[in-house]
T-cell receptor, first 113, second 114 residues
């Protein structure tokens, strides 16, 4: 069975400090990996995705994630966070066919001034 | 381009009643998926529809059902509501059923069962 584990439920971080959100997955087949962000009272927005090719993927707002097949991980990083990055972040995966996403439990990031 | 629309945004129902939630995908999108979000269970997949056909179903009781119309709009129905059905129900649409195309999520319908 497929599963996604986010190792930290909450991550407090000071503004302009770096942050890393950890995500591990379990699957017997090849998967595609995603990071979504959810701001309060809103739906989910795609941050970045790994489908194939380069194992380092980047988003337009400074986040990056690295796919590590041997460690079955897809950790999300940002070198310098802003107050506006306060949100809940979800790691997710899907198989080759279909849009069924399996989500991790989420990590709440609270950026403090 | 308008985003994914979900109606209603908020709903309060009583145990035992039934409820229908609606999702209008982005124009041209043919795939619609539904998710349930609760503090205890997190985000769980309910169903996926593509061109009016259910392609995937999550591990939910038969009280949860859905359908997709020819214009790609989708509805989900929950019958005999239970307190545990209180949740944020999210709908996502995509051009096709391939993960190479981004899924766009709506703002959700918050259902409270009393």
């Amino acid at each position: 069975a497929q599963s996604v584990t986010q190792l930290d439920s909450q991550v407090p971080v000071f503004e302009e400090a770096p942050v890393e959100l950890r995500c591990n997955y379990s699957s017997s087949v090849s998967v595609y990996l995603f990071w979504y962000v959810q701001y309060p009272n809103q739906g989910l927005q795609l941050l970045l995705k790994y489908l194939s090719g380069s194992t380092l993927v980047e988003s337009i707002n400074g986040f990056e994630a690295e796919f590590n097949k041997s460690q079955t991980s897809f950790h999300l990083r940002k070198p310098s966070v802003h107050i506006s990055d306060t949100a809940e972040y979800f790691c997710a995966m899907t198989k080759a066919a279909g849009n069924k996403l399996t989500f991790g439990g989420g990590t709440r990031v609270l950026v403090k001034p | 381009k308008a985003g994914v629309t979900q109606t209603p945004r908020y709903l309060i129902k009583t145990r035992g009643q039934q409820v229908t939630l609606s999702c209008s995908p982005i124009s041209g999108h043919r795939s619609v998926s539904w998710y349930q979000q609760t503090p205890g269970q997190g985000l769980q997949f309910l169903f996926e529809y593509f061109s009016e056909t259910q392609r995937n179903k999550g591990n939910f009781p038969g009280r949860f059902s859905g359908r997709q119309f020819s214009n790609s709009r989708s509805e989900m129905n929950v019958s005999t509501l239970e307190l545990g059905d209180s949740a944020l129900y999210l709908c996502a649409s995509s051009l096709t059923d391939s993960p190479y195309y981004e899924q766009y999520f709506g703002p959700g319908t918050r259902l409270t069962v009393t």
